[in-house]
């Protein structure tokens, strides 16, 4: 069974928005840190934002004030909101999580990738 299901990536114009969401599986407990990282052809995977369990979050430079990262706990879902999209922002974006589950704490479970395609 995957634990993470990514979904929301697409294809839009250069200051449109997209929101991602990666939720895990109902067998999970919670999540405890969320983050979204992406990689662009030839480039080295970089983070792109992280959330803690109490809500604290991080950004990348490239990213702030356009990007908001954001969690339901209920639903056991992180998303990545994405405003004023620009055509570097074209990549693959990956979830990547720190669980609780049945089994107790597991780090670093990666979500399957959604591509995120910003024309100009």
């Known amino acids: 069974q995957r634990q993470l299901v990514e979904s929301g990536g697409g294809l839009v114009q250069a200051g449109g928005s997209l929101r991602l969401s990666c939720k895990a599986s109902?067998?999970?407990?919670?999540?405890?840190?969320g983050r979204w990282y992406r990689q662009a052809p030839g480039k080295q995977r970089e983070l792109v934002a992280a959330i803690t369990r109490g809500g604290s979050t991080n950004y990348a430079d490239s990213v702030k004030g356009r990007f908001t990262i954001s969690r339901d706990n209920g639903k056991i879902t992180v998303y990545l909101q994405m405003n004023s999209l620009k055509p570097e922002d074209t990549a693959v974006y990956y979830c990547n999580v720190d669980l609780y589950g049945p089994a107790g704490p597991r780090d670093d479970y990666w979500g399957q990738g959604t591509q995120v395609t910003v024309s100009s």
């Open positions: 109902s067998s999970i407990f919670r999540i405890n840190v």
